[in-house]
């Protein structure tokens, strides 16, 4: 994992909730793995879990106070990342298995204990938190004075063809994330968002207990359940996960409310933006671009391909783009030359993208997207969700089937061109002193839809914008590129109100691109400087 922070699980410690009591008595697995177990392996399949969690949605939900010893509770980032899980204690290590499972502590924002089971032909046997299983290194702990039943914060997942970096890890709340072939994590989704963006404070789901399905030989997926649980909902979960130069999730979740839902997120994605080349409000370091994702790319229920360029506002922004049946939607790191980024250490152009794609109808709602100012790239401020029309009420069953795919790029893109660079400036005519304020935006569009038109093809930009004048408006070719490159100013009013923006490209009547969103804020008028 790197250094990026994962929001803090709530404290909410297993209790009444689980699935399998665990009991005191403790037995030993018959395999290599030396992991230890709790109580009698029990029945389990999706049904079963499926069941329990809607028994849980109609009761009362019981907040477990978190009883972790002080010692775990203050561990700073470097005493945790000191603590390492012992690789001769790995689930599966031994079995020559195509993937195998490591645990993580907990400590630091993982307060919370999550029970982890192990499914074989269909029982479900709790594994025990064990110190042996744990390399305390430079932390302080002391493994045989921690509690016996102290728990686990999460679990990875890891390729056995190359034990030293993770695939996938699920850690603090509900949230986890995966890579790609190339191997670098960056942004990361969730089961569930709840009241992202309300006047009042968000709630945080979390997956309260795992259960990792041991894979045949030969398998090319593992599956995974898990359940999800809150003061507004419950959840169960099942995960199968492919790994591949594109890793695949397929995500099957059925969600039961406890109560009326005012915006509940399917599918969220969390990413961070800090500065690019389109917005750079907060680029007050070195490098010339910070960001895990630079786009929310949407693919709409009637076809239209969108690309909306992140930003860090500065105020909080929440913007809904409404839809019916949506085809995709995720958020992208389309910019990856390392050069962009001069990052040698953490490699922002190896970041994976995140694409959603929806199985069967979803309906009416909207792609919600919010933009959290931040100012430093240690923090997750992008989120990004699909919003059911219907509020969720008590006592519903809700279903909804998915598919994520990490990797480099989405595994689908429109046959128009698309954006590839956003750039915003100071508007007006060089050489010629400007007597009033306006704002430049220029953006670049490739593709081999523009590669085949004649050299002396008309390209003309289609812009509306929600106030303001437009000036200045051309396109030329972009040989470099490839593409065109489409330019206007934009003349605001007095206000600093948001201005929406949209742009497409078109040549005798086709449409030729993708449609490019935007939002400005312009400068209060003291600010307005014209050099």
């Not at 907990?106 to 594994?127: H, I, N, R, W």
């Not at 029309?389 to 279903?399: F, M, S």
């Amino acid at each position: 994992m790197d250094r990026r922070h994962f929001l803090s699980s709530s404290g909410k410690a297993i209790g009444a909730g689980s699935v399998v009591s665990a009991l005191s008595l403790w037995s030993t697995l018959t395999q290599a793995e030396q992991l230890r177990v709790l109580g009698a392996s029990q029945r389990f399949d999706l049904d079963i879990l499926k069941a329990h969690a809607q028994k849980m949605a109609s009761e009362a939900y019981v907040v477990h106070n978190n009883h972790l010893p002080a010692e775990v509770s203050k561990l700073n980032w470097d005493q945790y990342q000191s603590i390492q899980f012992k690789d001769d204690h790995t689930l599966w290590g031994d079995d020559k298995l195509p993937l195998a499972a490591k645990f993580f502590h907990l400590g630091l924002f993982f307060k919370t204990p999550v029970q982890m089971y192990q499914v074989v032909d269909g029982q479900a046997q709790e594994l025990a938190y064990d110190p042996a299983m744990f390399n305390y290194g430079k932390s302080g702990l002391d493994g045989s004075k921690l509690p016996a039943d102290l728990g686990f914060a999460g679990f990875r997942l890891l390729d056995t063809q190359d034990m030293t970096r993770d695939i996938a890890a699920f850690l603090g709340a509900s949230y986890f994330r995966a890579v790609g072939v190339e191997k670098q994590y960056g942004l990361s989704a969730r089961g569930l968002a709840i009241d992202t963006a309300m006047p009042y404070p968000e709630e945080f789901p979390e997956f309260i207990a795992f259960w990792l399905e041991k894979p045949a030989a030969d398998a090319k997926a593992l599956k995974v359940y898990a359940l999800l649980d809150s003061p507004s909902i419950t959840g169960a979960y099942q995960f199968t996960i492919t790994p591949g130069d594109t890793l695949t999730m397929d995500v099957a979740a059925y969600l039961y409310p406890r109560k009326e839902i005012a915006r509940m997120g399917i599918g969220p994605c969390t990413s961070m933006y800090q500065y690019g080349e389109n917005d750079k409000r907060m680029a007050w370091d070195w490098r010339p671009e910070i960001h895990d994702s630079d786009g929310l790319q949407l693919h709409t229920g009637n076809g239209e391909w969108i690309w909306r360029p992140l930003a860090n506002p500065v105020h909080l922004r929440f913007n809904a783009f409404q839809d019916n049946n949506p085809r995709g939607f995720g958020l992208v790191q389309r910019d990856r030359n390392f050069d962009h980024y001069q990052d040698d250490g953490i490699f922002y152009e190896r970041r994976p993208s995140l694409w959603v794609e929806p199985q069967g109808n979803w309906g009416a709602g909207s792609v919600d997207l919010v933009e959290i100012p931040t100012v430093d790239e240690t923090f997750d401020n992008i989120v990004a969700f699909w919003t059911p029309a219907q509020k969720p009420q008590r006592g519903d069953e809700l279903a909804y089937q998915y598919r994520l795919y990490w990797g480099g790029l989405p595994p689908v893109s429109s046959p128009l061109a698309h954006c590839v660079d956003t750039y915003t400036g100071l508007g007006g005519v060089v050489g010629q002193k400007r007597t009033y304020y306006s704002q430049r935006f220029v953006v670049d569009f490739v593709g081999s839809i523009l590669e085949k038109l004649p050299e002396n093809a008309t390209v003309k930009p289609v812009i509306t914008v929600s106030r303001g004048e437009v000036e200045l408006a051309s396109v030329r070719p972009q040989y470099e590129k490839k593409g065109y490159r489409a330019m206007f100013d934009l003349k605001p009013d007095d206000s600093t109100s948001q201005i929406d923006i949209r742009l497409y490209l078109e040549h005798e009547g086709q449409v030729l691109s993708e449609t490019w969103l935007y939002q400005w804020n312009p400068p209060p008028l003291n600010q307005r400087t014209l050099y």
